[in-house]
């Protein structure tokens, strides 16, 4: 969950301001639209579970499905918290960074609601809860990156950033890639037929990783480079889905391949996340090319 010193700029207010923590001001103190859309995205999942338990949408076995809902926004969150470094730098778009230490809450806020409704579909019997974390490996898993989150969401504040030093924080908020690859785990691990989410989200997650590591081994990919970013992820998406069918159901290897060229039964992951790769080197192009002054 990554917060960034440069959220904190000289000329706005105290570092210790109040103002940069609301949910419409920037790193700067300073009114955001972009913050103020951000936040209301992000607290739409949680008004629309409310809605719906309020008016007893939630089917028959409304913890459960409450469960999964938010268990599916606490990744999407995450997802979305380390997608702002590389979109940052791949759309040269700095206005970013001023949203990420909010995702990152969110996600870390999200994470503990899923647990409160877990202990809530137990009866609140926290015995048990600790009980089942103990017996069931993807329950202590989900444990793990809840804790993991805990950590960074501690450490977000400026007052923390400014006490562990750029180097020592940057370090701990890397904790991250970690927690995404448990939190991922814990999602295939309590499915019980379709991996066509969780293979999803890894494909991005591989897109994330790939870019950070061109960026840190080769430099700025540029626009050739984030497409080659976008097929590999694509591809290696492809690759996953098919090892990991023919594995786990025994199917053969071909039938899982061919099954990406039929569109009979759907979109797999790979076309997805072959789609936003491409669609950031689209927006990366479109953000570079130099603008023309009108005289
Ligand atoms: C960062 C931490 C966590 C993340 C990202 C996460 C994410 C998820 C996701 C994505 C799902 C499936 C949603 C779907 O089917 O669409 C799920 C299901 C579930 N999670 Fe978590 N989870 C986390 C932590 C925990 C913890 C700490 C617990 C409880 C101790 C927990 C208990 C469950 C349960 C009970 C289910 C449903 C399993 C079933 O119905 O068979 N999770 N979680």
């Known amino acids: 969950m990554p917060t960034a010193t440069s959220t904190i700029r000289p000329g706005g207010p105290r570092r210790s301001s109040w103002r940069v923590y609301l949910p419409w001001t920037d790193g700067a103190g300073r009114f955001s639209f972009l913050v103020l859309v951000v936040f209301l995205a992000l607290l739409t999942p949680a008004a629309l579970l409310a809605l719906d338990a309020a008016t007893g949408q939630l089917g028959p076995r409304p913890w459960n499905l409450a469960i999964h809902r938010v268990g599916w926004w606490t990744v999407m969150f995450l997802m979305a918290s380390l997608a702002v470094t590389p979109l940052r730098r791949a759309l040269r778009w700095n206005g970013l960074i001023g949203v990420r230490r ?65 180097k ?21 691990m309590q499915i019980k037929a379709d991996i066509t989410q969780p293979i999803l989200f890894s494909g991005l997650l591989v897109w994330l990783m790939a ?12 626009i050739p480079g984030l497409v080659a970013l976008a097929v590999a992820a694509g591809v290696l998406t492809a690759l996953g889905e098919t090892v990991g069918i023919a594995w786990v159901y025994r199917a053969p290897a071909w039938s899982v391949v061919q099954a990406h060229f039929d569109t009979a039964i759907g979109i797999r992951p790979a076309w997805w996340v072959l789609a936003a790769g491409l669609a950031v080197a689209a927006a990366a192009a479109f953000r570079r090319q130099p603008r023309r002054v009108i005289a």
């Open 211 to 222: 870019y950070r590591l061109w960026r840190s081994r080769i430099g700025d990919p540029g």
């Open 168 to 188: 020592r924080w940057q370090l701990l908020h890397r904790l991250t890639y970690p927690i995404a690859v448990l939190a991922l785990v814990h999602f295939f």
């Open 102 to 166: 909010m995702i990152g809450v969110a996600a870390f806020t999200a994470a503990m609601l899923h647990l409160v409704l877990y202990a809530g579909e137990q009866a609140w019997d926290l015995l048990k809860v600790s009980s089942e974390i103990v017996l069931r490996i993807y329950l202590a898993i989900g444990l793990a990156a809840l804790l993991g989150l805990g950590a960074l969401a501690a450490t977000s504040t400026d007052g923390m950033v400014r006490r562990l030093g750029g």
